[in-house]
């Protein structure tokens, strides 16, 4: 492996860790939607990066559904469906962890995911080592994301952000699995979009508000 | 079954479901949309019982090159999608007719359900007959998106809160699963399979050569992963409430059926690792498992005051039972685990059907509200009655037969500390559900009721699942018995066949 090819690897992997600290570190929506897209036209080219690497066509045809479905079509359909929620639906302004112990906390999710990936026992790739952790580290920092938020359309982009990592993973680990999985993955994605949008507002006009700790109708006591 | 035909089985067995769905969508009209439903649901029956007879004859079938692949554990699994399907088809004629009446949903919503309902049915069925376990992967989470959105169909606070959390929970669950998976297939290709590596049959194979380290891993996010779906403790929290809120006849099928669907998955990979492993070690996840779920649906059904959630807990009481029998292993354990899948997707959806009669006529579910049952609807009452009682394992309905055979293992294979656990809990379950099934069945209602049963096509279907404990209770047909026996072979001895 050259070692411009490996610098373009470490490079599209750290734009991926940035991308993904920018819906940590920050409040709004639109940045959220922002960073996604940051990320999803990035992890595309990863994609298109990881097809050239390996020589499997198939992968290409991944990487154009990724950069159309993710960068366009989510970012749109989300858009969409919260124009007429209100501004304060669309803020965290109050998560369970402030946001600078959020970034502390997710910096020590990144450098644990590059330990975890060393203790799992994978042939030596560069494609692997440089992706893997990172990967995995989207993965941590989405589900940190959608416990630490209280508005359920934060808890929306936790999601998004963990299919990411799940996405990366699984290319990294399997060369594109096969195409009828990854369309049938990127299918349940977008289903799952729609239908959290739809919920979300029904939720924002029933409760009048997205606040999941509003949601506590449901319980044993 | 000579290629051709097994592929035109496969293909008719899933064309069914949607080519029901897609009718729905042209003609919107209820009658027509209701009896386009039950007839697809009625086919599907037929043809699952033609798939099961070949089963029993030839074993396996496989489809599409190696796409397809039914085997007796399988067939086991399509078994119970097929009669829950059907009757819940039939069940919700009159369930969506009433609530249609009184004005709760109208007729676009009468649509969407019926299609919800046809799209549900071919995803479950999928799940069981593919081979490759990325698709079942994917149908799995395709389960999870429809019934959410059955789940939502009413336009209620409840109904959003359970379905809000069902999606991020299940579908944050089902995410480890793919990763377990991934790692599954990473042993392959590593163990130097090139070819269908993401098959099953091609991973129980090359089992014994993968690297125990990353299956122990793998095997862990697939537990988690399906655990959740299955609504395994600690990760149900999910459960009761989409349970609880979805309508009726849905309960019926996410309870009876979907929670065996994810089982399957989780089973399937124990194969796996035992092959790689040997049993101990996914046993042992199995038991613990299996009995924080049975403990936690004993405390919580003890402190419950909603009927259709104490019937939740008590799936996930009865999918614990179904993991502790494979976790015990041996002949005895996964014959009665495999036996109870069966027997719990019988007696479950009898007892929501009930369940949704009486909330119906009573216009609440809250328990201690709902009193003599058997005087204000007496044939449903009788029902509600011995769905429970076969619940509950009293002898002579089916489940007892099952649960003493996943218990006998248990000291079978020396595991006398746990398995006196599992009969502690069971037995605070046994008294606790009696005593509130009793206090609702018998007593004077508070309010002065007119007597009647909701109409036939409420009793029918209450009615089929009923005489189905009855006779499980005392005689397993012979069919039915070589197929649980094969099952359990495969699950046990790791042989494909």
């Known amino acids: ?221 | 079954m000579d290629s051709l035909l097994s592929n035109i089985t496969i293909l008719s067995l899933l064309l069914t479901p949607l080519v029901g769905g897609i009718l729905v969508t042209i003609f919107r009209k209820k009658k027509i949309i209701e009896i386009v439903t039950i007839s697809s649901a009625s086919l599907i029956l037929i043809q699952v019982f033609f798939i099961l007879s070949t089963i029993i004859h030839e074993k396996t079938i496989t489809a599409f090159g190696n796409a397809f692949y039914i085997d007796s554990f399988g067939a086991v699994i399509l078994l119970p999608i097929s009669i829950v399907g059907f009757v819940s088809v039939l069940y919700s004629k009159n369930y969506m007719g009433r609530q249609y009446d009184i004005g709760l949903v109208d007729d676009k919503h009468i649509v969407r359900y019926y299609q919800g309902l046809s799209i549900f049915l071919l995803s479950m069925l999928v799940v069981p007959i593919t081979n490759n376990l990325g698709v079942m992967w994917v149908t799995v989470e395709a389960t999870t998106l429809v019934s959410v959105l059955l789940i939502m169909l009413y336009f209620k606070e409840n109904a959003i809160e359970a379905a809000w959390k069902y999606l991020i929970i299940a579908t944050v669950g089902l995410s480890f699963a793919l990763i377990g998976t991934v790692f599954f297939y990473y042993a392959n290709i590593t163990a130097g399979s090139s070819e269908d590596a993401m098959n099953w049959t091609g991973m129980v194979h090359n089992s014994k050569l993968f690297d125990p380290n990353l299956v122990k891993i793998a095997f862990v996010f697939i537990l988690v992963g399906y655990g959740t779906k299955a609504g395994l403790a600690p990760m149900h929290t999910w459960l009761p409430d989409a349970h609880s809120e979805a309508p009726t006849p849905v309960s019926a099928l996410l309870s009876g059926v979907l929670l065996n669907c994810a089982l399957y998955g989780i089973i399937r990979f124990h194969i796996v690792s035992s092959g790689t492993l040997g049993h101990a070690f996914s046993d042992q996840l199995l038991i613990i498992l299996a009995v924080v779920s049975i403990g936690i649906a004993a405390a919580s059904i003890y402190f419950q005051k909603d009927m259709k959630r104490m019937l939740a807990y008590s799936s996930v009481e009865h999918m614990g039972l179904v993991s502790l029998g494979i976790g015990f292993g041996g002949m005895f354990g996964i014959y009665g685990a495999i036996l109870q899948i069966i027997n719990h997707a019988i007696a479950k959806p009898l007892m929501f059907f009930a369940s949704g009669t009486v909330s119906q006529k009573y216009e609440t579910k809250v328990m201690s509200k709902i009193k003599g049952i058997i005087k204000v609807m007496p044939v449903t009452g009788a029902l509600f009655l011995i769905g429970g009682f076969a619940l509950v394992g009293m002898p002579p309905f089916n489940i007892f037969l099952s649960e003493f055979l996943v218990l006998s293992s248990g000291f079978q294979s020396g595991q006398f500390l746990v398995t006196m656990i599992v009969i502690a809990f069971l037995v605070i379950t046994f008294a606790v559900f009696l005593r509130h099934l009793i206090k609702m069945v018998f007593g004077n209602p508070v309010v002065e009721m007119k007597q009647d049963d909701m109409g036939k096509l409420a009793v029918i279907p209450m009615a089929i699942l009923a005489s189905l404990v009855i006779i499980f209770g005392f005689y397993i047909p012979d069919q039915l018995q070589t197929l649980v026996h094969n099952a359990s072979n495969i699950i046990n001895g790791g042989s494909i066949i």
């Not at chain 1, 302004?93 to 975890?116: G, W």
């Not at chain 1, 203790?119 to 990967?135: E, G």
């Not at chain 1, 029904?202 to 506590?216: A, G, N, Q, Y």
């Open chain 1, 1 to 221: 492996m050259e070692t411009i090819q490996l610098d373009i690897l470490t490079i599209s992997g750290a734009i991926l860790l940035i991308a993904t600290f920018g819906v940590i570190a920050r409040r709004g929506f639109m940045d959220w939607l922002n960073a996604y897209r940051l990320q999803s036209v990035v992890l595309s080219a990863v994609t298109a990066i990881v097809g050239y690497v390996t020589g499997i066509w198939e992968i290409y045809i991944a990487a154009a559904l990724t950069l159309v479905i993710k960068s366009l079509v989510i970012p749109k359909v989300l858009t969409y469906v919260t124009r007429s929620l209100e501004i304060e639906f669309k803020t965290e302004t109050n998560p369970y962890l402030s946001l600078r112990a959020s970034i502390i906390v997710s910096a020590l999710l990144v450098a644990m995911s590059y330990f975890l990936s060393q203790q799992i026992p994978f042939k030596s790739d560069p494609v692997v080592n440089v992706y893997l952790p990172v990967s995995m580290a989207q993965f941590f920092l989405g589900l940190f994301a959608l416990v630490n938020r209280r508005t359920a359309l934060s808890q929306v982009v936790g999601l998004l952000i963990i299919e990411n990592g799940l996405f990366l993973f699984t290319l990294v680990l399997t060369h594109g699995v096969s195409l009828i999985i990854e369309i049938g993955i990127f299918a349940d994605i977008l289903v799952g979009i729609v239908i959290s949008s739809i919920l979300l507002f029904r939720m924002s006009r029933t409760f009048d508000s997205l606040d999941v700790d509003k949601l506590e109708n449901l319980r044993d006591d």
